[in-house]
């Protein structure tokens, strides 16, 4: 029996990419949220985006398992006590963390602007003993409101936290992305931030051009107004002029070829819509 989920306020996008990245969700943690969640609300999305873009699930997969990786690795050299997870969705990430990094994470934040009450609910039935995490509806476009409503649920800016930045960038605009960035900088680069951005046109060999344009076309419907788009250069631009230092940068063509050892869907850098990256700030 699923569990009952308020489908109104679950961001369809959201679920989207549960449903496509599915395959990834291998701990019992994760597999029994997978089993309660309701995914009957989605069909005709996922129905419009597999015949605008039929490698999408390849994506998504793609972008969780370099989030994956970003985390195997920067947990490696370092703690940093605090996840932060924005436009987090329903992204199980946090089981993750518990299975994986629970004597290095002590707090994990997870903000959206709906569902995480009905979230915090569903986590709490799969991990009664959950303190560590902190569910809090907000808006990331107003970040001095963001960082006074973090505070008051327990994070510390002096604490290092690994922001997860999935899926959202395109939702917001360049400005507020900066402002994002500004807020969460620090003077010793002690945050990570790990993210993924879609990939503006120039970007984008001739072959695939007329498909990477189906794709947004979709998912421009789901986002106000324009969608903030980047060349690579753009956005290592965008990262350095506030502080930020990039150490790991990859392309879509890049991850299969790590993950497959052969390119067969991307063969070029720009194919795949998006890029993902990870940056000290
Ligand atoms: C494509 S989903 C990605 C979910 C998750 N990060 C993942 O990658 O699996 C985008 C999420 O961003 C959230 N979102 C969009 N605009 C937002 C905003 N201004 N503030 C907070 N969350 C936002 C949406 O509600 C949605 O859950």
Redesign the pocket.
């Known amino acids: 029996m699923k569990e009952l989920i308020n489908k109104l306020k679950v961001?369809s996008?959201?679920s989207?990419?549960?449903y496509y990245?599915s395959s990834i969700y291998d701990t019992n943690l994760e597999k029994e949220f997978m089993n309660r969640f309701d995914f009957g609300n989605i069909e005709e999305f996922v129905k419009q985006m597999s015949d605008s873009y039929p490698n999408l699930d390849k994506i998504l997969l793609f972008?969780?398992l370099y989030v994956r990786k970003i985390l195997k690795r920067i947990y490696k050299e370092k703690s940093y006590p605090q996840v932060l997870?924005?436009?987090?969705?329903?992204?199980p990430l946090s089981l993750h963390l518990v299975e994986q990094y629970s004597s290095q994470v002590q707090d994990v934040f997870e903000?959206?602007?709906?569902?995480m009450v009905e979230k915090e609910a569903l986590l709490k039935r799969i991990l009664p003993d959950c303190d560590f995490l902190h569910f809090m509806e907000?808006?990331?476009?107003d970040p001095e409101k963001l960082i006074t409503s973090l505070a008051l649920s327990g994070y510390k800016s002096a604490v290092p936290t690994v922001v997860?930045f999935?899926?959202?960038i395109h939702?917001?605009t360049d400005g507020v992305f900066r402002s994002i960035l500004k807020h969460f900088k620090t003077p010793d680069k002690r945050n990570v931030f790990i993210l993924d951005f879609i990939l503006s046109d120039e970007s984008v060999s001739s072959a695939s051009l007329k498909q990477h344009q189906k794709c947004i076309q979709v998912v421009s419907k789901y986002v106000e107004g324009e969608i903030n788009m980047y060349t690579r250069l753009e956005m290592i631009a965008v990262i350095e002029e506030l502080g930020g230092e990039v150490f790991s940068i990859e392309s879509m063509r890049d991850i299969e070829l790590e993950v497959d050892q052969k390119n067969k869907l991307f063969p070029e850098d720009g194919d795949g819509v998006q890029e993902v990256l990870a940056f000290y700030l």
């Open positions: 961001p996008t959201s989207l990419v549960l990245a972008r969780k997870s924005l436009g987090a969705g329903w992204d903000v959206d602007l709906a569902a907000g808006d990331v476009t997860i999935e899926g959202l939702y917001i």
